[in-house]
């Protein structure tokens, strides 16, 4: 049987054009968890990440402050975070930045395409990702 434990997800956006596009795409992909956006890492990282509140996190990795891939590093070396799915979703595109997620143990990358209707048609199939993909729970 499905866990239907509602999931959060943590949208960590520092462009708010770009944070209500992403959230209007997801929506009309029948998406309909609570979307809370965060505009920097360092309130990512301090958001509520217990176990009575699972998430699913959204990250861009151009962020000012404390960044996307300093976010994964700390998300990754902590117990209580390491297991939270994390998307990459972001406007930067070069080999050495995907592989350097990766190497971090994040294994969804999204590049933001530039054109509306294929930045929309990027969201709407990580919305349907989203709805099928199971991962385990923390604690």
Same mark, same amino acid.
């Given at each position: 049987m499905r866990d239907t &434990?509602? #999931?959060? =997800? +943590?949208l960590v956006e520092d462009e708010p054009g770009h944070a209500r596009l992403i959230e209007k795409n997801m929506r009309r992909s029948k998406i309909t968890n609570s979307i809370v956006t965060i505009a920097d890492g360092q309130q990512a990282l301090d958001a509520d990440t217990g176990?009575?509140?699972?998430?699913? #996190?959204?990250?861009? +990795?151009? +962020?000012?402050g404390l960044d996307g891939y300093h976010v994964l590093?700390?998300?990754?070396?902590?117990?209580?975070?390491?297991?939270?799915? #994390?998307? =990459?979703l972001t406007?930067? %595109? %070069?080999?050495? &930045?995907v592989s350097r997620c990766y190497e971090l143990g994040y294994s969804v990358y999204v590049t933001k395409p530039v054109d509306y209707? &294929?930045?929309? &048609?990027? =969201?709407?199939?990580?919305g349907l990702l989203l709805s099928v993909v199971t991962v385990p729970h923390g604690g």
């Open positions: &434990q509602e #999931v959060t =997800i +943590l176990p009575a509140s699972p998430l699913r #996190v959204l990250l861009d +990795l151009n +962020l000012p590093e700390r998300m990754n070396a902590d117990e209580r975070t390491r297991r939270i799915p #994390v998307i =990459i406007t930067t %595109d %070069d080999a050495r &930045q209707a &294929q930045f929309a &048609q990027a =969201i709407h199939n990580l």
